[in-house]
């Protein structure tokens, strides 16, 4: 049977239709199947929201056994807490001189830290530098990104004198490169307790310069004065200054209640077996408040 040019056109017609429709679903479904396999995180670009890096909590702090006692272990880090590091050219973190904790704040991008870790005036630092907060760091290794602050806020009674009842600062962080991210979705982040009742068992957690790695130590805190609460535990020596001081950390989240911050007194202590914190009472919660309000 003959086939008309009519035919023709209608049958070709038909095939341009069926071909289309075939390479657009094998277009709808590699754009599927990139977007599985692993979000690149491209400079600039909207991110979707992780779920937080797995906890990492040590065994001293979280494992059956895990018994206060005034000794400490090194480990490979929680995601939650991190080094604070010089600042290079463009962020680029240089040495590590003190730690910080990812804690809870509306806009999930809020870090607790000593203030003498930022300035110090009654030593001649009056002026904070530049900083690079890098969460879970250990042996060189920058898990989550590098972090840089957009504000930060320390008591006016530290700021005048370095008064040691009100060594805590607080820092609203950016990840470099990504300044849509949000830092607790990333790592997760903690509670923040105020006038916390003691003596309680915590967990220390902090950055020695010396090490490349955090240590870790499960004790008791006690009072040591109204202000000031104290730490007993060997190897928090210079670079453990700003770590955190946790109640009630859950060994599958990692989330604990921050009680305190190793400051304080003598700076968070002149040896390495005693440290010591200022008390986070209504004038660190003011403070607090004032760093999760919106700009």
Known sequence: MAVTQSQVRVLARTLGILVFGICFVLVLDRAAG??????????????????????????????KSATPAPVSTSFV?????????????????????????????????????????????????????????????????????????????????WATNSNPDYDIAFAVLREVGHPAARLADVVGSEHISFAARLPAVVSGIGYPSSDDKPIACLNTLTVYQPT????????????????????????????????????????GGYTAAISYASVLGPAVQSLYQQATATP
């Not at 990139?34 to 494992?63: F, K, M, N, T």
């Not at 929680?78 to 240089?94: D, E, H, K, N, S």
């Not at 003190?98 to 110090?120: K, M, Q, R, Y």
């Not at 690079?132 to 602050?149: A, K, L, M």
């Open 77 to 157: 880090g929680m995601p939650m807490v991190g080094a604070l590091f010089t600042a290079g050219q463009a962020g680029v973190p240089g040495q590590h001189f003190c730690t910080g904790s990812v804690i809870d704040s509306p806009g999930g991008n809020l870090i607790a830290t000593a203030a003498h870790c930022l300035e110090d005036p009654a030593n001649g630092s009056t002026t904070i530098a530049p900083f690079v907060f890098v969460p879970g760091y250990h042996d060189g290794q920058e898990p989550f990104g590098t972090w840089t602050p957009v504000k930060v806020l320390v008591d006016p009674h």
């Open 228 to 267: 000031q609460s104290e730490f007993d535990c060997a190897g928090f020596t210079n670079g453990s200054s700003g770590g955190p001081l946790l109640v009630g950390v859950d060994p599958a989240t990692g989330r604990g209640r921050l009680v305190g911050v190793i400051g304080g007194y003598q700076e």
């Open 34 to 63: 990139s977007g599985s396999s692993g979000q690149q995180r491209l400079a600039g670009a909207p991110l979707s929201v992780p779920e937080p890096a797995s906890a990492q909590v040590p065994a001293i702090l979280g494992g």
